[in-house]
């Protein structure tokens, strides 16, 4: 595991994977905090990079959340995986499968091994 960065909503790190994981501390996410992370995620890459979410602690978003996670997403994730609790999927709505169609590969979890093998298939191999 790299450096593990600590931001206002999350901590940041990539892991021995190759995958960066972005995990909720249980703070509300705002546009500021989701621009706070982004940099800290782009910080520890060199370019966009499988990514865990794991919103299992995460509360519900606050104002302008969605838009700016939409914005920034391009900037650091090239496959992304949100890992829930048990009730987290309802939460999100449409959201995942909007990005899956839209931007990048995007699916919801609720098992981590599931989320880490998912986006495993994403991490580039070197010839």
Do not use: C, Y
Request: glycine share 8%; net charge negative.
């Amino acid at each position: 595991m790299s450096q593990v960065i600590e931001t206002t909503a999350a901590s940041v790190f990539v892991d021995d994977h190759g995958l960066l994981h972005v995990v909720s501390n249980g703070m509300e996410s705002t546009a500021a905090t989701v621009r706070e992370t982004f940099a800290a995620a782009r910080s520890l890459l060199t370019h966009p990079t499988p990514t865990l979410f794991d919103a299992r602690t995460w509360p519900k978003p606050g104002p302008g959340f969605w838009v700016t996670f939409i914005d920034l997403l391009p900037s650091a994730v090239s496959a992304g995986a949100i890992l829930v609790g048990p009730e987290g999927r309802d939460d999100l709505g449409g959201f995942p499968g909007a990005v899956n169609r839209l931007m990048v590969p995007f699916e919801v979890f609720d098992d981590e091994n599931a989320a880490i093998a998912f986006l495993v298939q994403f991490v580039p191999h070197a010839p």
